[in-house]
């Protein structure tokens, strides 16, 4: 059963710090998207790649964050510095351009900025 | 912003079919529409997908009128367990972008 791993799954940070997610889409898939809920925005959608190529990264503050694909297996989110406005729960999801177009999430990261 | 919009909220008791629906009044020719599901701490699960008609999978069904303005997601026979959030999205198939999710709607399923 195929699935889209993410690490760490909570994370407690001092603003001002940096902070990495990670994310492993499942493997085939090439497209990977990044998201980030809170309660009061719900789910945004901050970035997201096909075949490890950046397609829109318009939802992210450009500022202090940044994404990547060092290579198909794995998809980096950083903060750098963090600040307590970021604490949400932050989500990977990967997808392939089938018939559904079905994205598949993670478990994501829980994101605390004290 | 969201394209779609739904009920904030709907409480149901088991055994209860329930049908949530959605409007997407400025729907594309090329968009198909969505449903996803979000259990408490988890990601958003897809559901079902539709054009027009209806669409039925092993966990819910679809209907989508002929002029695509609105869709309903049925879920027969509810149980405690399809407590949840439930996004209805619009988008276009076959071209794997953009998801814009509203704020869902909170069933809430009562014994």
């Known amino acids: 059963d195929a699935r889209v791993t993410q690490t760490p799954r909570h994370k407690v940070t001092e603003m001002g710090q940096e902070v990495t997610m990670r994310c492993q889409p499942i493997l085939g898939h090439n497209t990977v998207f990044w998201y980030r809920q809170t309660m009061m925005q719900g789910l945004e959608l901050l970035a997201y790649?096909?075949?490890?190529?950046?397609?829109?990264d318009s939802g992210m503050p450009k500022d202090r964050f940044s994404a990547e694909m060092p290579d198909a297996t794995l998809a980096t989110l950083k903060i750098q510095p963090s600040e307590p406005r970021d604490s949400a729960v932050y989500f990977c999801a990967s997808g392939t351009q089938t018939p559904t177009d079905t994205q598949y999430f993670g478990p994501g990261t829980r994101l605390t900025v004290l | 912003l969201a394209k779609t919009t739904q009920p904030i909220s709907m409480d149901s008791y088991e055994g209860q079919e329930v049908n949530i629906t959605c409007s997407h009044n400025n729907i594309a020719t090329n968009d198909y529409i969505t449903w996803y599901q979000q259990f408490p701490s988890q990601g958003p699960r897809f559901i079902i997908q539709?054009?027009?008609t209806k669409v039925t999978n092993e966990v819910a069904s679809l209907f989508i009128p002929a002029d695509r303005k609105s869709s309903t997601l049925s879920l027969p026979r509810v149980s405690l367990s399809d407590t949840a959030v439930y996004y209805c999205l619009e988008g276009l198939r076959g071209n794997t972008g953009k998801l814009i999710f509203g704020q869902g709607t909170t069933l809430q399923v009562k014994p």
């Open positions: 539709g054009y027009k």
């Open positions: 790649f096909r075949n490890r190529a950046p397609l829109d």
